[in-house]
């Protein structure tokens, strides 16, 4: 490989890197443990709904 190309790699990710690492602070925060929580109650519902059909 030349050294006078650009190979892409790091640094073409670099601004994905900036824009997912930025804090919005109008951004919806939920507490991953809520997300788990709702859908075990969400499978237990499919599994009661499956039971009583």
Do not use: C, H, K, W
């Amino acid at each position: 490989m030349s050294s006078g190309q650009n190979s892409g790699g790091l640094m073409s990710s670099a601004g994905l890197v900036r824009y997912f690492d930025a804090e919005d602070r109008n951004a919806i925060r939920i507490d991953p443990r809520t997300v788990v929580a709702v859908g075990a109650l969400f499978g237990v519902f499919v599994l009661v709904l499956s039971a009583a059909l």
